[in-house]
Structure formats: structure tokens, C-alpha cells
């Protein structure tokens, strides 16, 4: 477990808030695509389109949950593309649902 002040430092990594970024950005856009049909859609949709255009306060928002969860704390920065996109997928579904 990482120590409080690792998971400040984390937090504001620049490496770090930039692959949140990218994975964010491939969210909205999947959320921007998606059927529909996809559970709380329209929620989802209202969440991506009110965020696209400016994604800083909401990187913020995901590199704070991130830099607190034990399953990034172990890899940091370093942590894997995949890994950091499946995390920020599962702190979207809840920022967009409320």
C-alpha cells in the first residue's frame, strides 16, 4: 500500500494524468458511439458531450481516484495502457451515472 504522500505524487504526475487523458478521451468517444441501447445511455451521453471539450477538471477527478486505488497504487505511472484504460472505463461508469 502506498504511502499518502506517494498517492499525492501520483496524483499529479504529469506521465500519469497524460495516459488518464488518452484513456478518457477513448471513453467519451466510445460513449459518443455507443447503441442506444447500452444501459443509462442517455445519462452516459449528457455526461461525454458536457465534458468533451474540456476534460482538465475531469482528469483531475479520475487521476485522484486512481492515485487512491491499490490496483494502480503497485505500478504508478508505469501502469499498463490496458490496465489504465479497463480503471478509468470503471471510474467513468460512475462519474456519467451519477
Do not use: C
Amino acid at each position: 500500500m502506498a504511502t499518502l504522500s506517494a498517492i499525492r505524487e501520483l496524483r499529479y504526475n504529469n506521465d500519469f494524468r497524460n495516459k488518464i487523458e488518452g484513456a478518457l478521451l477513448k471513453q467519451i468517444v466510445t460513449i459518443l458511439q455507443e447503441n442506444s441501447g447500452v444501459a443509462n445511455h442517455a445519462a452516459r451521453l449528457t455526461w461525454a458531450k458536457a465534458n468533451m471539450a474540456n476534460t482538465d477538471p475531469v482528469i483531475l477527478q479520475v487521476a485522484a481516484l486512481l492515485a487512491a486505488a491499490p490496483s494502480i497504487q503497485d505500478t504508478g505511472a508505469n501502469t499498463t495502457d490496458a490496465a489504465l484504460d479497463n480503471a478509468v472505463g470503471q471510474v467513468v461508469n460512475v462519474l456519467a451515472v451519477g
